[in-house]
């Protein structure tokens, strides 16, 4: 377990204006493996931000208070890049009162899928109804959760890029499983998005 809470184990290679801030920190070159890209994907866990997601480089971890739609929340992020390919999960810890909470994470989910979508300069869209798993501690499988998958094309930079994202929430807990990738690249994100799981308090 490394300093930032965040554990990893190495497996065998599968071969807003706030939020686009924390992607652009934990883009620094030090994660990038190699002049080629290199997916060595690993099994990362929170146990304090509740997922387990393979990510493809040692991951980074950050967090930050950003502005959803006029609502200050605390973000914490973990992400890893592979040449211009970025893997990150956010995770928010909602303070509603339990008589509103339904609401505000309903609220809130949709402005994370709005924020990212400008980030990459893409228009609201609907998306796709999965089924997110859930785990306990050990990581054995505890059934699933409704989530929603969001894809769309934009640019980053100048260049053409891919986001596949899942959002998702239960109970006090958001999180945001993105994969933005070069359009060469987009078919690395299934083993991220597939492999994402939430974990039981």
């Known amino acids: ?7 990893t184990c190495a497996l065998p290679i599968c071969r807003r204006r706030a939020i ?7 883009a620094f070159a030090t ?22 997601v393979l990510l493809p480089a040692r991951p980074a971890t950050m967090s930050r208070e950003i502005d959803l739609e006029g609502r200050r929340v ?8 592979v040449d211009q390919a970025m893997f990150t999960v956010g995770a928010i810890q909602l303070a509603a009162p339990d008589a509103g909470l339904d609401d505000e994470r309903v609220r ?29 501690g050990a990581g054995a499988s505890r059934g699933a959760v409704d989530g929603l998958l969001i894809q769309a094309g934009g640019r980053v930079a100048g260049n053409a890029v891919v986001m596949q994202a899942i959002f998702v929430g239960e109970r006090d807990r958001l999180w945001q499983a993105v994969a933005i990738t ?3 690249q987009a078919e690395q994100a299934r083993t991220m998005l597939d492999s994402f799981r939430v974990m039981l308090p």
Request: aromatic share 4%.
């Open 20 to 26: 686009c801030g924390l992607l652009g920190t934990l």
């Open 31 to 52: 994660l990038v493996s190699g002049c080629s890209p290199e997916f060595n994907w690993r099994e990362t866990r929170s146990d304090e931000q509740r997922f387990m």
């Open 1 to 7: 377990r490394n300093v930032t809470g965040v554990q």
């Open 108 to 136: 809130a989910l949709a402005a994370m899928q709005v924020a990212m979508l400008r980030n990459i300069g893409a228009e609201p869209r609907s998306g796709d109804s999965v089924r997110v798993g859930r785990v306990d």
């Open 74 to 81: 605390q973000m914490t992020m973990t992400g890893a890049r």
């Open 182 to 184: 070069p359009p060469a």
